[in-house]
């Protein structure tokens, strides 16, 4: 009964969260009116949501976002200080497959736009079979130890929330 009325109980939040920021004033009537988009909305997407993602580990969510938002702080530094004080000649772009072992769309998602909003890189393709991201970056004197940063920072932990 309870799945009915609440198909996606983190969409419900994440919409309830989205509206009482967009509002930018916490009311009563501002928390009733996002409660209901966050019920509505996905009672109305439920059919067209078949395979949802399953998430296996939803507190790895919140450290997972901080990690990125400390990722985007330093690499956000670390662009300012290329754009600032490196010579052209010495900016080393590279363009870098990353082999990935995540099977969910989704995670691959969250993978694919976790590194283009990190400063400095962005995933450009996804390979045809799905195994490995092009990623081009900014500067990278070691274009494996940035592969490698990839896969340990944020495609193992994305493993682990979506199995």
């Known amino acids: 009964m309870l799945m009915r009325l ?22 009563l009537g501002n ?5 209901g988009f966050g019920l509505i909305i996905p009672m109305l997407t439920a059919p067209y949501w078949p395979d949802r993602p399953r998430i296996a580990r939803p507190l790895k969510i ?16 670390q662009v300012a200080m290329i754009i600032l004080f490196k010579r052209e ?14 099977t969910s769309a989704e995670a691959i ?6 590194i283009t909003m990190t400063p400095g890189t962005v995933s450009a393709t996804l390979a045809a079979d799905g195994r490995s991201i092009l990623v081009h970056c900014l500067h990278a004197d070691d274009p494996d130890a940035v592969r ?13 929330i979506f199995p």
């Open 31 to 35: 928390l009733i009116l996002g409660a």
């Open 148 to 160: 490698d940063d990839i896969k340990s920072r944020y495609e193992a932990r994305l493993k682990e």
């Open 109 to 114: 998602t969250v993978l694919a736009g976790t």
């Open 6 to 27: 609440i198909p996606h109980p983190l969409l419900s939040l994440t919409l309830i969260l989205v509206w009482l920021g967009l509002v930018n004033t916490f009311t």
């Open 62 to 77: 919140v450290e997972y976002g901080l990690i990125v938002l400390w990722d985007i702080v330093v690499a956000n530094v």
């Open 89 to 102: 000649k010495t900016i080393r772009s590279h363009w870098i497959p990353v082999p990935i072992e995540l």
